[in-house]
């Protein structure tokens, strides 16, 4: 089950693209796929330069929706990263105990061969 915080970040991370696709089509005129595509290289840092914003708007937009998507960007890299250092960790966890059991389990086995009197 996804924890509220994931479907948070999630949301935002979402909504962000969504934003910033709806932006730059209204703001610059750019098709549908230019604007998801323009929104999801520059959250992400790649910054290919192939689309430009032209008008004055859409460089102002652009500088906020930044700071905004590359915040949020961040925060959802940060979170899939901690979710997998714990799961790795549960794992490592149990297999612990796992092994911990089985050497138990055939000490005693061995030790009982050689019980004295037995």
């Known amino acids: 089950m ?3 915080r994931a479907a948070i970040i999630l949301g935002s991370l979402l909504a962000v693209v969504a934003g910033g696709t709806v932006f730059f089509h209204v703001v610059e005129g750019w098709s549908w796929i230019d604007s998801y595509f323009f929104t ?3 959250i992400s840092t790649v910054g290919y330069g192939k689309l430009v914003p032209a008008t004055t708007l859409g460089k ?3 500088t906020a929706f930044i700071f905004l998507g590359l915040g949020t ?3 959802a890299i940060q979170y899939y990263a901690q979710h997998q ?3 790795r960790e549960l794992r490592t966890a149990w297999l612990i105990r796992r092994l911990t059991n ?3 389990r055939s000490h005693r086995a061995a030790n009982e061969d ?3 009197g037995g």
């Open 114 to 116: 050689d019980a004295p």
């Open 85 to 87: 250092i714990r799961q």
């Open 60 to 62: 102002i937009g652009t």
């Open 40 to 42: 999801v290289v520059t």
């Open 2 to 4: 996804i924890s509220l």
């Open 73 to 75: 960007f961040a925060a």
């Open 102 to 104: 089985q050497q138990r």
